[in-house]
């Protein structure tokens, strides 16, 4: 299994940043890719963004320009950089992490718990 930590949440007014951080451990081979996907009430999940092993990096239009997302492979670790935070903002943020635990074994997709992020003045 694949432990997912997130860590940075918080309340901010609009315009202000925030910077949430992920941690994955457990039983780890390799990591694809790692992300972070937001859910607001009433809402689907939608993916933020990810970066995969390699470097490249995938945002939703909405945060293109504002959020930043960056990646450690020796740590297993992820970070998402958001600035210039608006009211539709405001969800609970998930960290996701697509990893195999042996070398020829499929990749598999893990969540964290979810870190709250309200943007609010």
């Known amino acids: 299994q694949v432990q997912l930590v997130e860590s940075g949440g918080g309340l901010v007014q609009p315009g202000g940043s925030l910077r949430l951080s992920c941690a994955a451990s457990?039983?780890?081979?390799?990591?694809?890719?790692m992300g972070w996907y937001r859910q607001a009430p009433g809402k689907e999940r939608e993916l933020v963004a990810t970066?995969?092993?390699?470097?490249?990096?995938n945002y939703a239009d909405s945060v293109k320009g504002r959020f930043t997302i960056s990646r450690d492979n020796a740590k297993n670790t992820v970070d998402l950089q958001m600035n210039s935070l608006k009211p539709e903002d405001t969800a609970v943020y998930f960290c996701?992490?697509?990893?195999?635990?042996?070398?020829?074994?499929?990749?598999?997709?893990?969540w964290g718990q979810g870190t709250q992020v309200t943007v609010s003045s």
């Open positions: 996701n992490c697509i990893a195999r635990h042996y070398s020829g074994s499929k990749y598999n997709s893990y």
């Open positions: 457990g039983s780890i081979f390799s990591i694809y890719a």
């Open positions: 970066i995969t092993s390699g470097g490249n990096t």
